[in-house]
């Protein structure tokens, strides 16, 4: 992505409503076919930042640039930017055509070029020959669709999606997941994707800006927010768990970590009271590890490829995945869990 | 129990249909004998005058050139009523969907009064600001030291353009304010988005999905401007007349009734036809639309453009809806006298316009002291509740239950013609049906009730019937299942849960009853006026002493209607009702 001309810098957007701030202080930038996720739970501000770039609420502070130009006095109509609502907000005085055509119908065209761009949306969301159905009439699935085709009709230059699939039932939402990145990147669309939804996160992003309370908590590729998470938040948030509180402190020139389940050393920066996570996904059973703890196990579960136990150690308790091909222990067994602390201990804010 | 299936369904089946009918009874009966059968009798003295059919009959009277006028104006005024009210009340709709702010609740109730108030009232209320005692023209002749009252406004036309708009501004914002707060912004802004500019996203957009409610408030406001009475009379003044003055003049003026009654027959094939257009209207825009919570579309005042925006459109509203209103409750605590050259003049605070009401100015027969038209008006609203809930309650609970059903498909506009028929229809349909035997109430007592509630009964229905239809069937369906029978579920379910309802429909019962005048003023008895007859009175007639107990006595009448609007205002906040 490095070598992509940046399109899109947004920088310290402050949105407040009333006393509280909605948006403090978010700055990132896109570059040009990218798709960022801005992912964070409900209320973080998300559909905010969309309506601020899209030009639909005014910020209170802070600059929406596109390739270098001011977007404050650009009226809505006029940047360019796609919005997908997260209801769709499909006109319900309008057939699927109108609908799809809207955007090409505002640009001034001639009504057998609606009609193709209309035709092409349709091909790219699977829907040939809607054109003439009431939206009233379509499923879910299909007003999701057809909510896509009206926003990439015109080709916006930045596609916004709010909650796309939010609002869809699981079965459709995992095809959806399948079929939507591949529809933006036959377009090398600029998109940003708003959820709350890490798994949808990490299927579409190629980056990710993750937001609690209307800050900015972590930018990076999804590989980066999983293995390497900075505040206890953010790895809550990518599901990860064995979360503790903990106390790092100089010892002999070298940081130590102290934790309810022992002291290890650590090559963090972080001082005083912080977060540290035990990885459960890089722990072992073997025993043989730099550092052992015991436990006995207390539940246990087959997940497919996965095993996931609960082991109850003296101090805490532990969740850790293993290969599913290994010998399971039964409920009650005793076990050894080995990791490294440097590998599998990360202390975060 | 030992139930046998198939004489359980016959007993359902029984028990379901017998009460079906009975429910329907006591109002067909009722609006058979004091509403078809009086309109059946207008038809019929209005056929008499030729035999040639009703086609002819209509052409005739289109061919009159008086009544080609008459029609003409009446069609002309109701246009230019209906565009004002839209011009002041769109945007009124709009800053009421989309804004909060402060007072708005206020200016909401506010804004809802004088749609309640008594044509009589309004009548004063204009007359108190604008009227030559009123107080613009007594601020400039203090001012400039004139003779005269300079500001001519009463007997104009746009005396009468300005009480419409006064009148209905709250139509055009309640039902397109209402359904615009809960259109989903997020149409308008795809629409941005889109590439759409404001304008167009409002013209492509918002204004198609608005207008079956700007339609259908146009249509209600166009009616009520159509079939006007007491404005056109009492503002209007001798010059001007629609079909509802003429009807009324030629009857009591003239004593004219086959005339009156070709009027008419066509004045309600006018508002038939308003009717039955607005149905086909509204039958062929409305689509599905998702309704979004008032808290997602609502914002507050952002800029300062908006604010001023806002600032000057609140405003017009309070200077066109309230500044009547005040004018007429301070008007009616100034003392009047006669200055030498004729004219009256103000001189200061007084109670002396109330205290006079228990006296009876004119000591001749047909003039009762007003605390006796007070009394007799709060008799005849009590009856009319009375009669309402008689009649009323069953056609609600009936609409409701069966409004999929054949009967209910025909009986529900059925019962909503007295809408279209105008008071003084009523009243003339009384005076030439119910003046003679069988029925000869022209004397009795029931006779102003009856046409009240007629007046009332679309308005006591409608604002049943939302709450009825709202109960859960399952809800039902649980009571039967726990062994309610069909009474008790009425009792213990249906009652306690549409108390509020009924309670607004009461309400509207007592306040139209005691604030109606078309239907008074024909078929009032000399010696029992009410108080909207005998605020007419007291306005026909000159003298300082009659024009401060009429804005006296409308004030009184102004606080009752505007207390009772309130109050169902209150009584519906979580409420569905049609009107």
């Known amino acids: 992505m490095t070598e992509r001309e940046t399109v899109l810098q947004i920088r310290d957007l402050v949105k407040r409503f009333g006393e509280t701030a909605a948006l403090d202080d978010i700055s990132f930038e896109m570059q040009m076919g990218e798709i960022v996720a801005v992912l964070g739970p409900s209320g973080c501000g998300k559909s905010t930042l969309l309506h601020l770039i899209a030009g639909l609420e005014r910020p209170d502070r802070g600059q929406i640039l596109w390739q270098g130009e001011d977007m404050a006095d ?80 015109p080709r916006p230059r930045l596609l916004m999606l709010d909650e796309p699939l939010g609002a869809l039932d699981r079965t459709l939402r995992e095809r959806l997941l399948l079929d939507l990145p591949a529809i933006l990147s036959e377009l090398d669309q600029t998109v940003l994707y708003v959820t709350h939804d890490q798994e949808e996160t990490f299927a579409i992003a190629d980056r990710v800006v993750l937001l609690n309370a209307g800050r900015v908590v972590q930018i990076g590729t999804p590989f980066e927010l999983y293995h390497n998470p900075h505040t206890a938040f953010a790895a809550r948030f990518l599901g990860l768990t064995n979360l503790f509180p903990a106390l790092v402190r100089d010892a002999d020139g070298a940081a130590q970590v102290e934790t309810p389940f022992g002291t290890y050393p650590t090559e963090t920066r972080l001082r005083g009271q912080v977060t540290a996570l035990l990885r459960g996904d890089r722990m072992q059973l073997d025993g043989e590890g730099p550092e052992v703890l015991h436990g006995r196990v207390k539940d246990r579960s087959f997940r497919g490829q996965a095993l996931r136990l609960k082991v109850q150690t003296s101090q805490v308790e532990l969740a850790c995945t293993l290969d599913s091909d290994l010998d399971a222990p039964e409920i009650g067994q005793v076990v050894e869990l080995s990791f490294d602390p440097l590998h599998a201990l990360q202390v975060l804010a | 129990m030992n139930a046998n299936p198939s004489s359980l369904r016959v007993n359902k089946r029984g028990t379901g249909f017998q009460t079906g009918w009975l429910l329907w009874l006591p109002p067909l009966t009722f609006l058979v004998v004091f509403f078809f059968y009086p309109l059946a009798r207008i038809f019929s003295i209005s056929f008499g005058r030729g035999d040639q059919g009703i086609f002819s009959l209509l052409l005739q009277a289109l061919t009159s050139e008086n009544t080609r006028s008459i029609l003409g104006f009446t069609l002309g005024q109701a246009t230019l009523s209906m565009l004002l009210t839209l011009a002041l009340g769109l945007p009124g709709a709009y800053l009421f969907a989309r804004y909060r702010f402060r007072g708005k609740t206020l200016l909401r109730a506010l804004s809802g009064i004088p749609f309640v108030l008594p044509t009589v009232v309004v009548a004063a209320a204009f007359n108190a600001l604008l009227g030559p005692n009123g107080w613009l023209n007594m601020f400039l002749m203090n001012q400039f030291n004139l003779a005269h009252p300079p500001f001519n406004f009463m007997h104009t036309l746009g005396a009468i353009l300005l009480a419409h708009v006064f009148y209905n501004t709250t139509i055009v914002l309640r039902m397109v304010g209402d359904f615009w707060s809960h259109l989903d912004p997020h149409l308008a802004a795809a629409a941005e988005t889109l590439g759409a500019t404001r304008w167009q996203a409002f013209r492509r957009v918002s204004l198609p999905l608005l207008s079956p409610a700007i339609m259908a408030a146009s249509l209600l406001v166009f009616l009520f401007d159509f079939t006007s009475f007491g404005v056109i009379l009492l503002l209007g003044g001798p010059r001007f007349a629609t079909l509802e003055v003429e009807i009324y003049t030629q009857t009591v003026n003239l004593f004219n009734l086959p005339t009156a009654a070709s009027l008419s027959l066509l004045q309600l094939v006018c508002t038939l036809a308003i009717s039955v257009l607005y149905t086909r209207l509204a039958k062929r825009i409305a689509r599905p639309i998702t309704l979004r919570p008032v808290l997602l579309t609502q914002k507050g005042l952002a800029s300062s453009r908006q604010k001023l925006a806002a600032g000057v459109l609140i405003a017009a509203l309070l200077i066109v809806l309230v500044t009547p209103l005040a004018a007429l409750g301070a008007r009616s605590f100034t003392r009047y006298g006669t200055a030498p050259r004729g004219e009256v003049v103000q001189q200061g605070w007084t109670l002396e316009n109330y205290r006079q009401l228990s006296e009876d100015p004119q000591s001749s027969i047909f003039f009762v002291p007003p605390t006796q038209a007070i009394r007799n008006s709060l008799l005849y609203a009590a009856a009319t509740v009375l009669l309402s809930l008689l009649i009323g309650a069953p056609s609600a609970w009936a609409l409701a239950r069966r409004t999929s059903s054949r009967l209910a498909r025909i009986l529900d506009p059925l019962l909503m013609l007295p809408l279209g028929a105008s008071a003084v229809t009523l009243g003339l349909g009384f005076i030439v049906t119910l003046s003679q035997p069988p029925l000869d109430l022209r004397t009795s007592p029931v006779l102003l009730p009856i046409a009240h509630t007629l007046v009332a009964f679309p308005f006591f229905v409608r604002s049943l019937v939302p709450a009825l239809q709202s109960i859960q069937p399952n809800l039902k369906q649980a009571a039967a299942a726990l062994g309610a029978a069909p009474r008790q579920v009425m009792l213990y379910i249906d009652l306690p849960l549409v108390g509020r309802a009924l309670l607004v429909a009461v309400v509207f019962a007592f306040t139209i009853s005691i604030g109606e ?41 102004m606080l009752v209607t505007a207390g009772g609007m309130l109050a169902i205002e209150r009584l519906r906040l979580a409420e569905v009702g049609e009107f």
Do not use: C, K, W
């Not at chain 1, 997908?84 to 009504?111: I, K, S, T, W, Y």
């Not at chain 2, 005048?517 to 000159?542: D, K, N, Y």
């Open chain 1, 74 to 153: 650009v009226p809505t109509h006029l940047r360019g930017f796609g919005l997908m609502f997260q209801e769709f907000a499909l006109f319900p005085h309008l057939d699927v055509r109108g609908n799809v055509g809207f955007g090409l119908r505002m640009q001034g065209l001639r009504d057998d070029q609606i009609e193709a761009g209309v035709s092409e949306a349709l091909r790219l969301v699977d829907l040939e020959g809607y054109e003439a159905r009431q939206v009233d009439t379509l499923s879910g699935g299909e007003r999701q669709r057809v909510a896509l085709a009206r926003s990439l009709a």
């Open chain 2, 517 to 557: 005048f078309g239907a008074s003023a024909l078929l009032a008895r000399p010696e029992f006026p009410t108080v909207p007859v005998a605020i007419f009175r007291f306005l026909s007639r000159p003298g300082a002493i009659n024009f401060g107990m009429a804005m006296a006595l409308s004030t009184l009448l």
